[in-house]
């Protein structure tokens, strides 16, 4: 589900800049602290294009696209974030 709606978040970037490039990379299973989760590569032939799909992109992702996280403490308890 949540690559679907980064297919549709990129196609909708694609529309509304002049946009030379744009990936987005999400992590899946566990990601270890200071770990990568999500990796963008945006790229336009004019920088301020380029700076704001790349922010107005990860502000929809974070409104868009569920993702719950689990946290394991240090203690080995867990906790459920999302």
């Given at each position: 589900m949540a690559n679907k709606e980064i297919t549709k978040i990129c196609e909708s970037a694609f529309e509304k800049w002049s946009l030379s490039c744009l990936h987005i990379y999400r992590s899946n299973g566990l990601?270890?602290?200071?770990?990568?989760?999500?990796?963008?590569?945006?790229?336009?032939?004019?920088?301020?294009?380029?700076?704001?799909?790349?922010h107005q992109n990860i502000e929809?992702?974070?409104h868009k696209i569920p993702i719950w996280k689990k946290e394991i403490i240090e203690d080995s308890s867990v906790r459920w974030c999302g």
């Open positions: 990601v270890k602290t200071s770990e990568i989760s999500l990796f963008k590569f945006v790229s336009a032939s004019h920088r301020t294009e380029c700076l704001e799909a790349a929809v992702i974070k």
